[in-house]
């Protein structure tokens, strides 16, 4: 059973009262669309985004947004490079998709690979978004995962995917 408990803009939130191997238990749920991630690499450079995410400040990121309804991973993963980056990819595969809160939430976030990169606009920002473009070297990039200086799970998860696959 279901109880709503907040409907807002990107999530909600509901209490589950449900049972599990014959016990009943009650669960917060926080429910998400589910989002699209973008590991954008052309010459050994990965395209990133230096945005304001409250409370944190501002946060080295992989460009990446919410699904919209019936909007399919791949098509928000275009969608959001071109209004975040300006750029478009020639080729976008499928990298790895994830659970950033697995205990909790239903949100899953869908990676890409982006490569053919071009720049075709200008960015194209919501009215709440505070964002720079930053392009780094990914053996940079691994560097500042490793020692903590990138926090960020999707990006953490799609660069060292990324990192192994190319070793392999």
Do not use: W
């Not at 209490?15 to 699209?36: L, T």
């Not at 998709?97 to 071009?118: M, Q, R």
Request: charge should be positive; aromatic fraction near 6%; include cysteine.
């Amino acid at each position: 059973m279901r109880k709503p408990i907040y409907k807002g803009r990107v999530l909600s939130l509901s209490i589950y009262d449900v049972s599990i191997r014959g016990r009943r238990v009650k669960r917060e749920v926080i429910e998400h669309p589910g989002a699209a991630a973008i590991l954008a690499v052309e010459n050994g450079k990965v395209l990133l985004v230096k945005q304001h995410r409250f409370p944190h400040g501002f946060v080295l990121e992989i460009p990446a947004g919410t699904m919209d309804r019936g909007e399919s991973p791949k098509k928000c993963a275009s969608r959001e490079l071109l209004e975040e980056t300006g750029h478009k990819a020639r080729k976008m595969v499928p990298l790895v998709k994830f659970y950033p809160s697995i205990g909790y939430n239903t949100e899953v976030i869908h990676c890409f690979l982006a490569s053919g990169l071009e720049i075709v606009s200008g960015l194209n920002l919501d009215d709440d978004e505070i964002i720079s473009v930053v392009k780094m070297d990914l053996k940079k990039l691994v560097r500042m995962i490793l020692s903590g200086r990138i926090t960020d799970s999707k990006t953490i998860c799609a660069v060292l995917t990324y990192s192994m696959k190319k070793k392999s």
